[in-house]
C-alpha cells in the first residue's frame, strides 16, 4: 500500500474533496508546489491555477483553484479555496464566456477605480484556470486529442 495522505478541499459553499490521496500539486504564489506522504508542514498561499491529486492506484483527478491556502500538516493537507470546482464540473462554454465578458471590462474601464481593475483582474484568472483545468483534463481522458488542443 501507498503512503497516503488525508486531503480535504473547502470552499464558503461546501467540501469539494475529502478523501486519502497520494500526492497534490497546487499553484502557489511562490510557485508550483508538490507535497507527499511525510512533507513538512506548511501554510501558503494559492493563485489561480489547477490543483492535481494523484489518488491510489494512480488516477487523476483535476480542479480549477480561484485563490485561498493551504495548510500541510503531519499527512494531512486542508485547502481552504475562494472557489474550486472539479474538472469535469467545468462547463467551458460558460468560462469562455465569463473570461471574454471580463476581458471587455479590462479593455474599457478607464482608470477609474483600482479596485474594478483588481476585481476584474482576478475573476479573469479565475477564468483562464477554469478554462485550462477544463483542457487538460480533456487531455487525460482523451490523450489522443493533445496534439491539437496544445496548438491552442
Known amino acids: ?5 488525508k486531503f480535504e478541499i473547502v470552499t464558503p459553499e461546501r467540501t469539494i474533496l475529502k478523501e486519502q490521496i497520494v ?3 497546487v499553484p502557489t ?4 508546489l ?10 501558503s498561499i ?22 485561498g491556502f493551504i495548510e500541510v500538516l503531519r499527512n494531512k493537507i486542508v485547502i481552504m479555496a475562494d472557489t474550486a470546482e472539479r474538472a469535469q464540473e467545468i462547463d467551458e462554454a460558460r468560462a469562455e464566456e465569463a473570461r ?8 474599457n474601464i478607464e482608470k477609474s ?19 485550462k ?3 487538460k483534463w480533456k487531455n487525460i481522458k482523451h490523450p489522443h486529442n493533445t496534439l491539437n488542443s496544445e496548438k491552442k
Do not use: C, Y
Open 1 to 5: 500500500m501507498t503512503n497516503l495522505i
Open 23 to 25: 500526492s497534490i500539486t
Open 29 to 32: 504564489t511562490e510557485g508550483e
Open 34 to 43: 508538490t507535497i507527499l506522504a511525510h512533507h513538512i508542514p506548511i501554510v
Open 46 to 67: 494559492l493563485k489561480p491555477g489547477i490543483i492535481q491529486i494523484r489518488k491510489d492506484g494512480g488516477e487523476i483527478d483535476l480542479m480549477a483553484v480561484s485563490g
Open 100 to 107: 471574454q465578458r471580463a476581458e471587455e471590462l479590462m479593455k
Open 113 to 131: 477605480d483600482d479596485i474594478d481593475f483588481a476585481s476584474i483582474s482576478a475573476n479573469m484568472a479565475k477564468e483562464l484556470a477554469r478554462i
Open 133 to 135: 483545468t477544463a483542457n
